[in-house]
Every structure is written in C-alpha cells, then in structure tokens.
C-alpha cells in the first residue's frame, strides 16, 4: 500500500503494539497491476527540511531525502475501509484476483 508518508510508521507501531491499523480508501485509488517495487516515489522540495518559516535550519549542502509517500506492506494493515465495504486480510487475496470488489 502506498500512502502519505508516515504511514509505515504507524502501521509497523500499531502491530508492535497489538493495536489494529486500519487505512480508508476510495477504491478509485486502488491500483492492483502495480507491485510496490513499480512505484516512483515523488520527492518533495528538499527546503521543506532544511528550512522552517522561511529560515534555513540545516546546514548548506546538506543531502535531504523528503519522499511524499511510502510503501506499507499488508501485513501491517488490519483492515481496508471503503465505500464497498470493510475488507479484513483474510478479504485482501480478493483485492487480486477481483478488482471490482
């Protein structure tokens, strides 16, 4: 699943904790053809790290790596809401093989 960043976090902190992480989603975002290694992650303006209100907190030259979203495997994810429906891991092999769930 490909989400905003800071998801994986969530979902890896949710499992660790035994707390269900569910994620909500149209389904006109669902795209079943693409594996998460197909994906391009965007990268966003590396000023979005190294300033803050316009003011420039780290130091010149610095290497920043600001992707706009990551990747969060399934088995992190509990359940996925939508307007069809909830659907549970044991629901997730339907996403493949039936994509107009």
């Not at 989400?3 to 669902?30: M, Q, R, W």
């Not at 795209?31 to 000023?47: F, G, M, Q, S, Y």
């Not at 030259?61 to 495997?73: E, I, K, M």
């Not at 399934?74 to 769930?101: P, Q, R, T």
């Amino acid at each position: 699943m490909v989400n905003k960043i800071g998801t994986l976090t969530v979902a890896v902190l949710a499992k660790e904790h035994d707390v269900p992480c569910y994620v909500a989603a149209p389904k006109s975002t669902f795209d079943l053809k693409r594996k998460a290694a197909d994906v391009v992650i965007e990268e966003r303006n590396p000023v979005e790290v190294t300033h803050f209100g316009g003011r420039q907190i780290a130091a010149s030259g610095v290497s920043v790596l600001n992707p706009a979203f990551d990747v969060t495997p399934l088995k992190y994810v509990s359940a996925i809401i939508c307007e069809s429906g909830v659907y549970y891991k044991k629901d997730f092999a339907k996403f493949k093989a039936n994509s107009s769930l």
